[in-house]
């Protein structure tokens, strides 16, 4: 069977088919590097992971980039208010997202580009340029270049907006997607007071590049004029996905993008996630409350990308459960497969996995069809049915799903016990009770483990 995936563009499931047959040029919209990345970033970052895993388990070669918006209203906004020059205030929240990523076994993409590398800004001034001499963009009163929406009949296909609607509301300076309405949008800001220092030279002043251009830039400098799949959280869609298109397009003369997939927003307790809400967590966040990336990873993993993900303490708490059977399940095979015996497969079916990815990534049909060998495989081991020589079959089934899932215990090898305690010791000190954090930490202590209180958190290790 073929893959198939949604395009957002035509709203159809569509068998998969990369420009060149067996490789794949991907690009995934990063993240912007004033704060850290918060949870309902990452589930767009590990759904992208799973979908290049995905391809990778079924064969294809593929070129992803991942940029990193490091110059937009906030990144200024950020770096005037610390006091400190643009990369300076940037660096430590691009270690940070690397880090994340590393928690939560998210693969690293080819290309992690820079928006603010000369070669970058060099090729958006070009388009830029190019758009202009086209029509297609103009320099208005205040120095500033725009995008004309009405020299591309196209714009709104994405997001199944109708052209007539958004040429009347107007154009918009603002690249906070919070902020931006439809209209034409900045291709380049001419510089004012509020951007400081922090401005380059272009043939229409001192400025700086809109925040969509950037991503243009960067895919067509990197993978070329047309990529097969782009993708991104569902916010992405309008107008930077929108904007991405048009400006391209109108540069490059050839579709842009074969597949476009977006991956639904994430919830807490079925509220939007907000810092005034008290609902807003980062990967840190988590990981300070004794929750592993490896958990994080299960859950912003276990629902479908295009269905909205309602993140719980109690969907945290599955996590754990479904990986210790995991785990265990692993440890039972390992204990008996023996290296001597010949492969032989039980009468299981391990391709279930697959076809549900194939499927567009019907991830919760993949990991039913995965939790359904873990308890037909025990029957077969409570029975004394399994024999070594399946549980080898067994245990190489395991290895394909782990190139996808990433599941396995690893370095983390914490008991469940021990992790349990550390949660509990977070919440005393959240909420300021001491003394049973004290208590809870010798407790850790008399199993064998020690804690240190850092600035990121607690910091579990084995008693020395
Ligand atoms: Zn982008």
Same mark, same amino acid.
Not at 148 to 156: E, L, M
Not at 252 to 257: A, R
């Given at each position: 069977m073929s893959l198939r995936f949604f395009n957002t563009l035509t709203r159809e499931i569509e068998e998969f088919r990369p420009v060149d047959p067996g490789h794949v040029r991907m690009y995934t919209c990063g993240p912007t590097v004033y704060d850290f990345a918060h949870i309902g970033n990452f589930r767009a970052y590990v759904f992208e992971d799973l979908l290049q895993r995905h391809l990778e388990f079924r064969g294809y070669k593929i070129e992803r980039v991942m940029n990193l918006t490091d110059i937009d209203d906030k990144t200024i906004r950020g770096c005037r208010a610390a006091g400190v020059a643009l990369s300076e205030f940037t660096r430590p929240y691009k270690n940070a997202f690397f880090e994340d990523l590393d928690s939560l076994r998210i693969r690293r993409a080819d290309h992690f580009p820079e928006a603010t590398a000369p070669n970058h800004i060099e090729r958006m001034i070009e388009m830029i340029a190019t758009l202009i001499e086209r029509d297609c963009a103009y320099r208005a009163e205040d120095g500033s270049v725009y995008f004309? +929406?009405?020299?591309? &009949?196209? /714009?709104?296909a994405l997001a199944h907006f109708n052209l007539d609607e958004l040429q009347s509301t107007g154009r918009v300076r603002s690249d906070e997607y919070e902020k931006e309405e439809a209209g034409d949008f900045a291709l380049w800001k001419a510089w004012d #007071?509020?951007?400081?220092?922090v401005w380059w030279q272009s043939p229409w002043g001192r400025g700086r590049p809109g925040r969509h251009i950037e991503c243009s830039a960067m895919a067509t400098q990197i993978l070329?004029?047309?990529?097969d799949i782009h993708c991104g959280g #569902?916010?992405? +869609?309008?107008p930077h996905h929108e904007a991405e298109i048009a400006q391209t397009e109108s540069v490059?003369? !050839? &579709?842009? !993008?074969r597949l476009w997939m977006h991956c639904k927003h994430l919830l807490v307790d079925g509220r939007k996630m907000s810092k005034s809400e008290n609902n807003f967590f980062t990967l840190r966040d988590l990981m300070e409350r004794g929750w592993t990336g490896r958990e994080v990873r299960y859950v912003l993993l276990a !629902?479908? /990308?295009r269905e909205p993900l309602n993140f719980t303490f109690e969907s945290l708490e599955a996590a754990r459960k479904a990986l210790a059977r995991y785990d265990e399940w692993s440890r039972r095979l390992e204990a008996m497969a023996s290296a001597n015996a010949e492969p032989v497969p039980p009468e299981?079916?391990? #391709?279930k996995f697959g076809e549900a990815l194939d499927d567009d990534l019907n991830i919760s049909a993949a990991l039913g069809a995965v939790f359904e060998l873990v308890r037909d495989s025990n029957r077969l081991v409570d029975a004394g049915r399994l024999t070594s020589g399946q549980a080898r079959s067994l245990l190489a089934w395991r290895e394909r799903y782990e190139w996808v899932l990433?599941?396995?215990?690893g370095e983390e090898g914490v008991p469940d016990d021990v992790r349990d305690i550390l949660t509990r010791r977070a919440e005393a000190r959240a909420k300021k009770e001491w003394a049973l954090s004290d208590a809870l930490r010798d407790q850790l202590l008399a199993t064998g483990w020690q804690v240190k209180d850092t600035k990121e958190g607690q910091k579990l290790s084995r008693k020395g």
């Open positions: 004309r +929406i009405g020299s591309f &009949p196209k /714009y709104g #007071e509020a951007d400081g220092d070329g004029p047309q990529i #569902e916010d992405n +869609i309008f490059t003369g !050839v &579709p842009f !993008v !629902v479908k /990308y299981l079916n391990p #391709e990433a599941f396995s215990a």
